[in-house]
């Protein structure tokens, strides 16, 4: 029989302190198109959405950046397993590669604010061959993440401090808001 390791003397370091956090959402901020290079605090951004799914910055620049990962990776994976356009299956018909990359970034492009699928969609770009080896099922499944119609809204909607908790789905019109 097997004994189990001695874990009191193991250490877990917290990957995303307070600080570091602040350096990705800086990076974003700070983002400039004209010189769209991403960084390690960039990618290190959106490895953390995809893990915590906490979309930090303005919508704006996040896009930005998240667009450029995008083409990144659309292009990485296209370069190593070219995208097959035309009828694959029965049930399947591909477009051609640059028609349906240009569809999926004027689907992001027409966001006013993250889709609710934002998280999904970082762990697609962040670490694509994790679930897909071929370029055209990735971009199926970033383009399936994209067709929703439902997005993050950012509300200044807050409760007061005398309002009672609800349990999600429970309805009282005596419910107490202010806006700030």
């Keep these: 029989m097997k004994s189990k390791p001695d874990l009191s003397s193991l250490t877990i370091e917290e990957p995303h302190h307070n600080d570091e956090i602040n350096a990705y959402v800086q990076a974003v901020e700070n983002f400039d198109e004209e010189n769209a290079t991403l960084t390690e605090d960039l990618e290190k951004y959106l490895n953390h959405v995809a893990k915590t799914g906490h979309i930090l910055g303005t919508w704006k620049k ?101 309002t009672p908790c609800k349990v999600n789905g429970t309805f009282d019109s005596q419910t107490h808001y202010t806006s700030e």
């Design 62 to 162: 996040v896009q930005k950046v998240f667009l450029l990962k995008m083409k990144q990776t659309m292009n990485e994976f296209f370069e190593k397993n070219p995208y097959k356009a035309g009828k694959i299956n029965p049930n399947c018909e591909n477009d051609d590669y640059h028609e349906m990359k240009d569809r999926l970034i004027t689907l992001i492009d027409d966001f006013d604010s993250p889709p609710f699928t934002f998280q999904r969609l970082c762990e697609l770009i962040t670490n694509p061959k994790k679930n897909y080896s071929k370029c055209e099922k990735f971009m199926r499944a970033v383009e399936k993440n994209l067709m929703v119609v439902t997005s993050w809204s950012y509300s200044n909607i807050k409760r007061t401090s005398d």
